[in-house]
């Protein structure tokens, strides 16, 4: 197999998104990263979205580029090189998942953890509280559930485990608000900030591109580059 030249951010973001720096899960002991996953096909919509995604952790800081898919009952996160070239690409069809890398060693952790992340953002159902209120908090899989709307746009929503193992809470905030629709049918906001208490990591994902696949054209999407019309899903 062919292997890419890899940036040290990327694998220093490999270490810490799943592991959390000085706080990192316990191989085979603990609780782990528990986290319900759904089938992709149980959520509307197929789309592109090209990322800027940047960590901070206790040993500092990092960024990477990245293509998030879904289509059917598919999503695939790939990971990019300085140059554009394919890191890694990480697949779930259907709760399967399979990995393909192109780094020279072995992660220390489940692949799929990185996907778990992307379920808590942009894989929940986003259901506005009917009476109006800016507040709603339940419970689902295990978890307290606490959501903050302004009107029809979600602000905030946090995961807390009922048993408490892990400790803490993780945090999804949106500024400028997550539409109902989003990112099915309408675009994402420009930031999103994932804050995961339990393994003391904060993710800031940029969104560079988003690309609705059901128009059925190229050249729709965000702050695409000028002069091409490659889009993210043409590239996955």
């Not at 720096?21 to 090209?50: K, L, N, Q, R, V």
């Not at 992307?118 to 339940?138: C, I, K």
Request: some cysteine; charged content about 20%; overall charge negative.
């Amino acid at each position: 197999m062919m292997r890419l030249p890899l940036p040290n951010a990327i694998w220093t973001l490999f270490l810490l998104t799943a592991c959390g720096g000085s706080s990192a899960m316990p191989d085979g002991e603990g609780p782990g990263y528990p986290t319900h996953i759904e089938a992709p096909s149980a959520f509307a919509g197929e789309w592109a979205i090209e990322q800027e995604v940047s960590i901070r952790h206790a040993e500092g800081e990092s960024s990477f580029h990245a293509v998030l898919q879904k289509r059917g009952d598919q999503i695939v996160m790939m990971g990019l090189g300085p140059a554009g070239g394919r890191a890694f690409a990480l697949t779930q069809e259907g709760v399967q998942f399979d990995w393909e890398t192109f780094l020279p060693i072995e992660l220390p952790f489940p692949p799929e953890y990185m996907l778990y992340d992307v379920h808590r953002t942009w894989l929940q159902p986003n259901n506005p509280p009917l009476d109006g209120a800016a507040e709603a908090v339940f419970e689902r899989h295990g978890e307290r559930i606490r959501e903050r709307w302004d009107g029809t746009r979600l602000m905030e929503r946090s995961f807390e485990r009922l048993d408490g193992r892990p400790e803490g809470i993780i945090v999804v905030r949106y500024p400028g608000g997550l539409s109902s629709d989003a990112p099915a049918a309408s675009a994402p906001p420009d930031e999103v900030i994932f804050e995961n208490r339990w393994y003391g990591y904060t993710a800031t994902v940029r969104t560079l591109e988003y690309t609705p696949i059901w128009l059925g054209s190229r050249g729709y999407g965000r702050r695409a580059a000028k002069g091409t019309t490659e889009t993210p899903s043409s590239r996955v």
